[in-house]
């Protein structure tokens, strides 16, 4: 079975720019979660959708915005990109709302660099 | 605020050698421990989850254990191709809507042949 595809792997952006981040989930899980992991750090929370509906989101600015489409896939978007939005944004996805009980999948990420 | 601090933040051991890593947290109640583990250019994997004190988890060389303030990972008699840097995370059960995980910033192990 396919597990969590993210794209693109790499992607290289310009101060000030917009990026959109991609996600498919594996096959019948319906939540989706968003993580940034800073080199040398451990991954940290920014969303989370379930059946399309914002269920959770991290202490990120406004310039952070996600959305679920009917096929469970998600799109990660961030406005205004600044030199510290450099990371790997990592997409993790799970059958059930509350993952404490059916624990996270995760993607290998997108690794965004910004100049 | 939920605080997870892992420790060491490196470690190297001979192929053999047994070690622990630690883990400790601050929650307001834990709804779950996590553990992943993440290779150089992957996402993390899941290895256990842990939900009470007194709680242990085995895996291959790999065993989990929990007590109210800090949680190890065990690695018995490790390999090389157990070198990869070890992330423990928190779930609380504040119940104020967001799902996320808390993440420590890992122990990046080393096993040399």
């Known amino acids: 079975d396919a597990g969590v595809t993210q794209s693109p792997t790499h992607l290289i952006k310009t101060r000030g720019q917009h990026v959109t981040l991609r996600c498919s989930p594996i096959?019948?899980?319906?939540?989706v979660s968003w993580y940034q992991q800073v080199l040398g750090q451990g991954p940290q929370f920014i969303f989370q959708?379930?059946?399309?509906?914002?269920?959770g989101r991290g202490n990120f600015p406004d310039r952070f915005s996600a959305r679920q489409f009917p096929n469970y896939s998600s799109e990660l978007n961030v406005n205004a990109l600044l030199l510290g939005d450099s990371a790997l944004y990592l997409c993790?996805?799970?059958?059930?709302?509350?993952?404490?009980?059916?624990?996270?999948?995760f993607g290998n990420g997108t690794r965004l660099t910004v100049t | 605020e939920d605080q997870v601090t892992q420790s060491p933040e490196a470690l190297r051991l001979q192929e053999g050698e047994s070690s622990s890593l630690n883990c400790s947290y601050t929650?307001?109640?834990?709804?779950?421990l996590f553990w992943y583990r993440q290779d150089p250019g992957k996402g993390p994997e899941f290895l256990f989850t842990?939900?009470?004190a007194g709680e242990e988890k085995e895996k291959e060389r790999l065993k989990a254990t929990l007590t109210k303030k800090e949680s190890f990972l065990h690695i018995t008699a490790p390999k090389p191709e157990d070198s990869a840097t070890y992330l423990c995370?928190?779930?609380?059960?504040?119940?104020?809507?967001?799902?996320?995980?808390?993440f420590g910033k890992g122990t990046h192990l080393i096993i040399q042949p």
């Open positions: 993790a996805s799970s059958p059930l709302w509350r993952s404490y009980n059916s624990p996270l999948h």
């Open positions: 096959s019948g899980h319906k939540s």
């Open positions: 959708y379930y059946e399309k509906e914002e269920r």
């Open positions: 929650v307001s109640g834990l709804r779950g």
């Open positions: 842990l939900y009470s």
């Open positions: 995370a928190v779930q609380d059960d504040s119940g104020g809507g967001a799902d996320g995980l808390t």
